[in-house]
């Protein structure tokens, strides 16, 4: 209890104003702490004694305007899940009709791989389709017998055409479109999420796939926010209720109160640069509706709260403040000044700080200055490196070609020795001149054993965290190859992140290398000993969006992207796995590739 006294002490009075070197204190604290008891008590008290005049009116729109803007909040919060929710599955369907030509999409077995692959990745989707560019559904998947059924006459379908010519023949043109909710061909409530592409042979072609209204549903009803009797739902523009409403009519149906009017901005309290509909709905209930346009979508999201329920408990509470204050002037007093010594002492710590925070910004500024002359160093040593080099060269051609300095190897062995020396030198100047540095992307001759440890040098702390072994048998004897330093790095990065992500605490991860026996290639094996993958998955690990991480972070796309790369480099990768023994991938790379012709010879 003495201990928690001291904080309300006022510590500021034990020291004076006070510089530090180049630095001084903000305020003077003695004066800062009496002015603040002053104003606050003066604020605090004079309040008081006219809330008793206060009108009713005027409370009543405070408390309004608290309602009005908890709605615009609500609004707001709903309004970015909805669009993220949406937007990612727009995504997800132009990744894959890019990905993907219209023969593979035409493909029944491909589609439905990408059917399965958005389900693991991206939750409930009821099926996915291919349009052609007559509007006639030339492949299916999903549970309807929907396949060959004519789109031409939808009214999406139409909106999704291009208008003019020039548009049309743009070899990566492409439109999405959200449709309402409706019955269609199925029967049922759905909405659907169309993308029509433009291909470079100048076809344009549809990818179409229906969603489950539950889970937009589910965002509405189960947000935090959401009190008991307040109701959030969708209409379309017409008017039509699109997902379940608790008061105001089920799906399909039409919404009894007038459409809110257009507007760029979510409609909130007035006095914060917008407004909210107050009123009463169908029932005679007084209400505040706020609402929002989803862009790119038909939908206009719709919050309504009833403003009776909220306003009696306001009140109720206002009132028990209020008898408190008035009978609270001697605790209002003791309050204000204990608060204001523990805010004034709050704020000369905070200057304490910050004199110390200069102080180590200094400190910090003159390191950066270290590192850069360090840097420039580093840079003007290359030139007289490149000069002992070079006259080291020349005085071992001169000593070869006399014989009298040929036949002795101890001094040709010095000369050697000087040459390695100043090798040495100079790739520890360019490493330091190439840290944080990006290296553009090219083909270049490599040592496969080099390259693996500049990858490791990242994970070496994270595997001793974790105590996870590394070991790598990569023999010295492997001849250089051609290769993209770039991308063949980012396929080890991929791999080795992925074999830490399936490791617990403990495991190994093992990268062995050799020739194959014609000697035209060099296999690479990257094993761990983590969770292994189950054999139902092993066909489609390295499929875009297929990922067994579920909600864990897992986008899908990295083993994919690893595959695309190896194939690029003119490789080819291998994967084996069993269920808690671990995984093995096998990458094949050719001795010479061109990235010219996209090849190995």
């Avoid at 309602?67 to 937007?87: F, G, I, M, W």
Wanted: aromatic fraction near 8%.
């Amino acid at each position: 209890m003495q201990n928690g006294w001291k904080r309300y002490r006022p510590k500021f009075l034990e020291h004076s104003e006070q510089t530090s070197g180049m630095y001084k204190t903000l305020f003077n604290f003695r004066r800062l702490w009496k002015q603040s008891i002053v104003i606050t008590l003066a604020v605090a008290l004079l309040p008081l004694f006219t809330l008793a005049a206060v009108d009713y009116a005027i409370s009543r729109k405070a408390i309004e305007s608290e309602l009005a803007l908890r709605t615009t909040r609500l609004v707001s919060n709903l309004r970015r899940s909805l669009t993220s929710y949406l937007e990612e599955r727009v995504f997800a369907l132009n990744f894959l009709i890019l990905d993907n030509s219209f023969e593979q999409l035409s493909d029944e077995h491909r589609l439905k791989q990408l059917l399965e692959n958005l389900k693991s990745g991206l939750g409930e989707w009821y099926d996915l389709g291919l349009i052609d560019h007559t509007g006639m559904q030339v492949n299916y998947t999903g549970p309807y017998n929907i396949r060959g059924m004519d789109y031409s006459g939808q009214d999406w379908y139409k909106n999704l055409q291009y208008k003019d010519q020039e548009t049309y023949h743009d070899a990566i043109a492409m439109r999405s479109n959200i449709s309402d909710v409706f019955l269609g061909f199925r029967m049922t409530p759905h909405l659907v999420i169309s993308v029509l592409h433009n291909d470079h042979q100048g076809r344009h072609y549809i990818l179409r796939a229906g969603l489950d209204i539950q889970q937009l549903s589910d965002i509405l009803s189960h947000h935090a926010e959401l009190g008991d009797d307040d109701d959030a739902f969708l209409i379309n523009q017409e008017g039509i209720i699109q997902t379940p409403s608790r008061h105001y009519g089920a799906i399909m149906h039409q919404f009894p109160l007038p459409v809110p009017p257009f507007s760029e901005q979510t409609h909130g309290v007035e006095g914060q640069r917008s407004r909210v509909i107050e009123g009463r709905d169908h029932t005679g209930r007084e209400i505040v509706t706020g609402y929002a346009y989803l862009a790119g979508t038909p939908f206009i999201l719709v919050v309504i709260k009833q403003k009776d329920g909220m306003a009696v408990e306001t009140w109720r509470t206002g009132g028990n403040l209020l008898l408190f204050l008035v009978g609270s002037v001697l605790t209002i007093v003791a309050v204000v000044v204990g608060i204001c010594t523990y805010l004034v002492n709050s704020i000369h710590q905070a200057d304490q700080n910050r004199l110390a925070s200069l102080h180590q910004a200094e400190f910090a500024n003159k390191m950066a200055s270290i590192g850069r002359l360090s840097a420039g160093v580093a840079h003007e040593i290359n030139n007289p490196l490149a000069i002992i080099n070079e006259k080291a060269g020349l005085i071992k051609d001169l000593f070869t070609f006399r014989k009298e300095y040929a036949a002795d190897q101890r001094l040709i062995g010095l000369i050697d020795a000087i040459i390695s020396s100043v090798d040495r030198c100079a790739t520890i100047t360019r490493q330091l001149l190439s840290f944080a540095r990006n290296i553009q992307a090219n083909i270049q001759t490599l040592h496969l054993r080099k390259v693996v440890n500049e990858v490791l040098e990242f994970q070496t702390k994270a595997a001793s965290a974790r105590n996870i072994t590394l070991d790598v048998d990569i023999p010295e004897e492997l001849p250089e190859f051609s290769s993209d330093r770039g991308k063949l790095q980012q396929v080890f990065i991929n791999l080795v992140n992925n074999a830490f992500a399936a490791m617990k605490e403990g495991g190994r991860l093992s990268i062995r290398s050799r020739l194959t026996d014609d000697g035209a290639r060099i296999v690479t094996t990257v094993r761990d000993t983590g969770c292994g993958i189950p054999p139902e998955n092993l066909g489609k690990i390295f499929d875009p969006f297929f990922t067994t991480k579920g909600g864990s972070g897992g986008t899908g796309l990295g083993l994919s992207i690893t595959y695309g790369l190896v194939t690029e480099l003119g490789g080819s990768i291998d994967l084996a796995s069993t269920v808690g023994v671990g995984t093995t991938f096998t990458i094949t790379l050719p001795l010479n590739y061109h990235a010219d012709k996209g090849d190995a010879q």
